[in-house]
């Protein structure tokens, strides 16, 4: 695909009358670039309020209540969990065979920004603690890491990957290649996002992005997705 614009048609339904329903037809037009690049939030009163290159980051974690993580799946990023191994394995070789075929693996939620790939389509405040990714911890109160995973970036490099805890509003999690080397460690800090659904975070250049306008000025987003719809 070259060249994508979509255009909209919103009906502001202020009166029975049809004359005066249809008088206020309002069309307007979002152009998301070649192949999606751009990703649009809008607001249904006013218009276009930001737009952001979808190509920037790798991984997105929800900023509210919960524990969602997302992966970039418009960009070609995907994650699987390795079997049978937990986040102490993470300095211990890997064996990839047969992951692209077998190894359990998952797309962000449609439907609720608190359950990206990483969660496994499970949100732990109605799955007993059970966050995909970690499990709640009653004495802590925080949510530790309890999978561990193979990210593969859109340039086809593959990264090991697990949460060590999402604790006081922070996430912290550690990635390094698939032999160990350019272990990092990353931090996403929730009240640095206050008011947005989603912190982003670019595993190639090891730092977060803000790229959500505050959630109470858009009601409409228009972006790539791996759900066909």
């Known amino acids: 695909m070259n060249f994508v614009k979509i255009s909209i048609a919103i009906i502001f339904a202020l009166s029975l009358n049809s004359s005066m329903l249809f008088s206020q ?46 992966v970039n799946g418009a960009k070609g990023v995907r994650a699987w969990v390795v079997p049978n ?53 009653l004495s802590t109160h925080s949510i530790t890491g309890t999978k561990l995973f ?15 805890a999402l604790y006081s509003q922070e996430y912290t999690f550690i990635y390094a290649n698939l032999d160990g080397t350019d272990e990092a460690i990353g931090k996403v800090d929730k009240k640095k996002f206050a008011g947005k659904n989603l912190a982003y975070y670019s595993i190639s ?14 009601q409409l987003t228009f972006g790539k997705y791996e759900v066909l719809v």
């Open 25 to 70: 037809i309002k069309s307007d037009t979002v152009i998301l670039g070649k192949d999606y690049v751009n990703e649009v939030w809008y607001n249904i009163e006013s218009g276009k309020v930001s737009e952001f290159n979808n190509n920037d980051w790798d991984l997105a974690f929800e900023t509210g209540q919960r524990g969602g993580i997302h």
């Open 150 to 164: 193979i990210i593969k970036l859109n340039n086809n490099t593959y990264k090991k990957f697990y949460v060590e």
């Open 85 to 137: 191994k937990t986040p102490d394995d993470f300095n211990k070789p890997i064996d990839t065979t047969g992951m692209a075929e077998t190894w359990e693996y998952h797309t962000n939620s449609d439907e609720s920004w608190s359950i990206g790939a990483l969660n496994l389509g499970l949100d732990g405040y109605v799955t007993d603690g059970d966050f995909g990714w970690g499990a709640y911890d």
């Open 205 to 218: 250049n090891n730092a977060s992005i803000d790229r959500d306008p505050l959630a109470k000025d858009w």
